[in-house]
């Protein structure tokens, strides 16, 4: 079994900052990529930011200059900090690994951002 766990959601002012943190733990021999996903209401889950083992990152354009994803291999744990977060942003993050060849997803952590 794998799990992983979200924490470090919650609510702030436009402007503001959070901290996400994801780790993983049980069957996870053979992780690599790790990310985030929101998903905001009525909207469809997309991708925020990637990051490999060897900690290429990736991100979607409307938050570069903005978040900052990292990891640490040796602790199997993914962080995503958003800094000027903005109403747009607001939405359930999902922490996402992939294990060999199968995806597995956190339960989710809900991030407000209000104006």
């Not at 994801?22 to 790790?34: L, Y």
Request: charged share 15%; with cysteine; net charge positive.
């Amino acid at each position: 079994q794998v799990q992983l766990v979200e924490s470090g959601g919650g609510l702030v002012q436009a402007g503001g900052s959070l901290r996400l943190s994801c780790a993983a733990s049980g069957s996870i021999s053979g992780i690599s990529d790790m990310g985030w996903y929101r998903q905001a209401p009525g909207k469809q889950r997309e991708l925020v930011a990637t990051i490999t083992l060897g900690q290429i990152t990736n991100y979607i354009d409307s938050v570069k200059g903005r978040f900052t994803i990292s990891r640490v291999n040796a602790k199997n744990t993914v962080y995503l900090q958003m800094n000027s977060l903005k109403p747009e942003d607001t939405g359930v993050y999902y922490c996402h690994a992939r294990i060999r060849v199968r995806s597995y997803w956190g339960q989710g952590t809900q991030v407000t951002v209000s104006s």
